[in-house]
């Protein structure tokens, strides 16, 4: 295992790292100042992440990624006990389950209520919703006129699956889930997935075309590197509570990498679930930008 020490340097994280050697597992250290290890020790670390300070966001999610595991002793002062926490637990989240603002509120009303509440919440998983797949805000591909015809634009290859689940899909697997599941009746909450079906824009491309008899020309708006880019100039230039302005960029990016495909989905959908994809289209409210 690849085990990160957060607070290598303080009197405890010597011996988690020596430990941890000693049984033949890579050790990663995190910490301000890597001349206060002993030089035999940093030497067999597999890689030391320096940080300005505890919050330092570029040096946290180098130090957790990749981990297999995050063993944090960092000194008992306040600050280092709660923000310093809580940013190296955000870093874990962001790298493991994809580095969005949206998820933020998310995140902090579930430890909320784990902290606060004997009443255990129910989560669901959808995905995209389906109604939203073909928008142009935040969809899988979106279509625009062009001189010579229809033109279906996306990120990428246009293979990327994304899960989509449609509204009423997820209305009935919800119902059934809090009227029948035995552990959600007994109130041990828990996380679900569910989708209606998988699709790529080459999957809507081929449904679009056996439906209309017409082809589509399609056209890619760029790969990950370029989405990346795109990305972080959007975040660095936009306020933070118009995040929806820049989602589409970050949902291509997490599906072209995998960080938004579910494990082991419950299958809610009818067949036919991306032909049905033309007929139930939303736009999502400009407001959100």
């Given amino acids: 295992m690849l085990i990160l ?47 300005e300070w505890y919050d330092d966001r570029a040096a946290l999610y180098r130090a957790v990624t990749g981990a297999d595991a995050v063993i944090c002793c960092y000194t008992s002062h306040a600050d280092a006990v709660l923000e310093a926490q809580i940013s190296l637990l ?46 142009d805000l935040l969809g899988i591909a979106h279509f625009e006129d062009g001189a010579d015809g229809k033109v279906l634009k996306y990120w990428g290859d246009g293979n990327a699956k994304w899960d989509f689940t449609y509204f009423e899909d997820t209305a009935r697997f919800s119902i059934d889930l809090v009227t ?72 291509q990016l997490a599906n072209t990498l995998g960080t938004w495909k579910m494990d082991n989905p419950k299958e809610a959908g009818a067949p036919g679930a991306i032909e049905r994809l033309f007929d139930n289209k939303i736009e999502i409210p400009k407001v959100y930008t």
């Fill in 90 to 135: 955000r870093a874990v989240d962001r790298i493991r389950y994809g580095d969005f603002e949206h998820y933020d509120a998310h995140i902090s009303f579930r430890r909320h209520a784990e902290l606060t509440s004997p009443v255990r919440p129910v989560y669901v998983f959808t995905g995209l919703a389906g109604e939203f797949c073909l928008s």
């Fill in 5 to 51: 020490v957060a607070g290598v340097t303080g009197y405890l994280g010597k011996h988690l790292a020596q430990v941890g050697l000693e049984k033949g597992h890579q050790v990663r250290g995190f910490g301000r100042s890597p001349n206060k290890l002993p030089a035999e020790l940093l030497g067999k670390l597999e890689s030391f992440v320096q940080c």
């Fill in 180 to 251: 029948t599941n035995k552990s959600v009746l007994a109130g041990e909450g828990g996380l679900f997935n569910v989708r209606s079906a998988e699709a790529s824009a080459m999957d809507i491309r081929k449904a679009y075309e056996k439906r209309s008899g017409e082809k589509l020309k399609l056209q890619s708006l760029g790969g990950v590197q370029e989405l990346k880019t795109v990305l972080k100039n959007a975040r660095a230039s936009t306020d933070p509570r118009l995040y929806f302005a820049f989602a589409n960029y970050y949902s």
